[in-house]
C-alpha cells in the first residue's frame, strides 16, 4: 500500500539549503531552494512533494546545467513533477527552484496565528509539518526516511524574531525594513521535524552545562508566565541526557508557545511548538493539576528530541511505538522531578484506562 504514495526510490536529498521571506499582511510567503541530491540512475524526470505552492524556475545543475522543459502538479497526491530536454546523469546534483505559497489560516504547512495585544490584532507565521505537511512549506521528499541537512534562512520584518530548528549564525541587513537570519545547518533529520517561526515574540533562558541554551518564547506580555515551563525543561533534558547515555545534540533548545494550533504540542527538533495551555503556567492562578499536565507535554516533547528526532520509523504505520514510548517515559521523568505528586497513579488512571477502552471495543482497531 505505502508503496503506492512514495516518491521514487533512485532520487534522494542529501541537504537542503531554503531561504523564505513570509509576508504577515499579505498572508502570502515566498522561497529560493537548492536541494542537493544523488541520482542511483540517469533520470529525466524528478517528482517532489508540493501543495498549494506556485513552482517558477527550475534548474538542475549536474555536469551541465539543464532547465524543466514541463512542471506538472499532481494535487491528489499533492506532488510536483518537473521533466528536463535530455536525461539527467547519475551521480550527486543540485536542484535550485523559486516558489510561492500561502500562508494559510489551517494550522497546517506554514500558516499564520492570530493573537492581541492591547487590544489590536496582530500575526505570527509558524509551521506544523507532522505529518504530511511540510510539501506546504517547500518542494521536498516529505517522507521520514528521507532524512538530509537542513540550512535554513529566513528574510523578516525588522522588529521580528525569527526562530528555526538550531541557533542564528547570522543576520545581514537587506531591502529595507528586513533582515535575512541565518541559522546552523541542522542534524540529519526528518523533512516533518523542520520549523520555522516569525513575529513578534519576547523569551526567558538559561544556560546548560557546556554552553547550551534553554529558551521559551512568548507572544508579547507573556513571558513571565514561562519560568515553570523553562524549569522542567531543564530538568528534564538533565535527566534524558543520563537515562539514554546520549547528549543532546544541539545548541539551543527553543520552545515556542503559538496561540492557534491545532495539536497540544510538536517536537521540531530543537525548536518545539506548543499550544499556549500546554506551556504557559501563571505561578499565582494555575492549579498543580494544570502544572501536571504543562510538566507532563514538555517531558513528552522533549523525550521526543532522542525518541523520533534522533531515531525516527522508517514510516508512518510505525508512529505508534514512537509515541507509545513518550506516552510511557514522560511519565517516567516527572516522577524524577516532581516525586510528591506521585504521577504513576495518574498513568493508571488516564493513559492506561483509554488503552483499555479502545480495547474494549467490538471494532477496536489494530495497532499495526
Known sequence: MTSRVRLPAHI????????????????TFTGEETISLVFDKPVKQITLHAAELEINQVCCF?????????????????????????????????????????????????????????GKVKHLATTQFESTDARRAFPCFDEPARKAIFDVSLMIPKGTKAISNTIETAVKEHESGYQIIEFAPTPKMSTYLLAFIVGEF???????KKGKKVRVFTTP??????????????????????????????????????????????????????????????????????????????????AHMWFGDLVTMEWWSDLWLNEG?????????????????????????????????????????PIE
Open 12 to 27: 534522494n536529498p542529501e541537504r537542503y539549503k531554503i531561504l523564505l521571506k513570509p509576508d504577515l499582511n499579505e498572508f
Open 62 to 118: 549536474a555536469i551541465n546545467s539543464a532547465e524543466a522543459e514541463k512542471i506538472s502538479y499532481d494535487k491528489k497526491a499533492e506532488t510536483v513533477t518537473l521533466t528536463f530536454p535530455k536525461k539527467l546523469p547519475a551521480g550527486k546534483s543540485e536542484l535550485k527552484l523559486t516558489f510561492k505559497g500561502i500562508l494559510n489560516d489551517k494550522m497546517r504547512g506554514f500558516y499564520r496565528s492570530k493573537y492581541e495585544v492591547g
Open 202 to 208: 519576547e523569551y526567558i533562558e538559561e544556560e546548560r
Open 221 to 302: 506580555g507573556k513571558k513571565a508566565q514561562a519560568k515553570f515551563a523553562l524549569d522542567v525543561a531543564i530538568k528534564c533534558l538533565n535527566f534524558y541526557e543520563d537515562y539514554f547515555g546520549i547528549d543532546y545534540p544541539l545548541p539551543v533548545l527553543d520552545m515556542i508557545a503559538i496561540p492557534d494550533f491545532a495539536a497540544g504540542a510538536m517536537e521540531n527538533w530543537g525548536a518545539v511548538t506548543y499550544r499556549e495551555s500546554t506551556l504557559l503556567v501563571d505561578e499565582e492562578r494555575s492549579s498543580t493539576g494544570n502544572k501536571q499536565w504543562v510538566a507532563l507535554v514538555i517531558a513528552h516533547e522533549l
Open 325 to 365: 514510548f513518550a506516552s510511557f517515559i514522560e511519565y517516567l521523568a516527572i516522577d524524577y522531578i516532581f516525586p510528591d505528586w506521585d504521577i504513576w497513579t495518574q498513568f493508571v488512571g488516564t493513559e492506561m484506562a483509554d488503552a483499555f477502552e479502545l480495547d474494549s471495543l467490538k471494532n477496536t482497531h
